[in-house]
């Protein structure tokens, strides 16, 4: 099994749908983190947390919302979804100073 | 704040060698590098910390000037597995990185 869990894989979505992503690790961190990425561009922070009961937003939060349900387990949710949130999006894990772990990624089309 | 990375995009013959430079206006508590196959995950090269500790794998190297909050990676006798996109990921106190734009690394045989 893999390390960072990320389903779905793929998702085709309608505007206006709510939508939820999933991530899972078995790596026992407890930082985990929410990423986008747009085609041929960086990584973008949408929300990360540090434990079950904190809960920071990053650079482009707008939009998204998340949930820790438990230290193995964040989901990254899209209330009302609008097409220019199709994108990559990224799970990650780590510790402090360690190196990051990430998931293998939801494609996300709104259309 | 985003660091800079230099070049953009480079393109290589197969052994030949890469120097990537990652650059920063503040202060560093670390420098993380990565690489990204197209659509893939961002895979871990190298951390280099504040004080000169050096945590890595593969045949890849990196330095660290405190001075100068600079890293640079250096990819010696480049092979085709090493095209992809690599990304410095910088931290400034220890909660989380701030991501390069990536540099594009295409190897030709």
């Known amino acids: 099994d893999a390390d960072v869990t990320q389903t779905p894989r793929n998702r085709i979505t309608k505007t206006g749908k709510r939508i939820m992503l999933e991530c899972s690790q078995t790596?026992?961190?407890?930082?985990m983190y929410w990423y986008r990425q747009d085609p041929g561009l960086g990584l973008q922070l949408i929300y990360y947390?540090?434990?079950?009961?904190?809960?920071n937003k990053g650079e482009i939060s707008d939009g998204y919302s998340v949930s820790r349900q438990a230290q193995a387990k964040f989901s990254l949710s899209l209330e009302s979804a609008i097409p220019n949130q199709t994108a990559l999006y990224f799970c990650?894990?780590?510790?402090?100073?360690?190196?990051?772990?990430f998931g293998s990624g939801t494609r996300l089309t709104v259309v | 704040q985003q660091p800079v990375q230099s070049p953009q995009a480079v393109i290589l013959r197969e052994g030949e060698d890469a120097v990537i430079n990652c650059s920063s206006s503040?202060?560093?508590?670390?420098v993380h590098w990565y690489r990204q196959k197209h659509g893939e995950a961002p895979v871990f090269l190298m951390i280099?910390?504040?004080g000169g500790e050096q945590k890595g794998h593969e045949k890849i190297s990196a330095s660290f000037n405190e001075k100068k909050q600079q890293s640079s990676l250096y990819l010696t006798a480049s092979q085709l597995s090493y095209s992809g996109t690599y990304f410095c990921?910088?931290?400034?106190?220890?909660?989380?990185?701030?991501w390069g734009a990536g540099t594009k690394l295409i190897i030709k045989p």
């Open positions: 990650a894990t780590s510790e402090a100073g360690t190196a990051y772990t």
């Open positions: 503040k202060a560093l508590y670390s």
């Open positions: 790596k026992g961190h407890d930082r």
């Open positions: 280099l910390l504040k």
């Open positions: 947390s540090f434990d079950v009961k904190d809960i």
């Open positions: 990921g910088t931290e400034y106190s220890n909660y989380q990185l701030i």
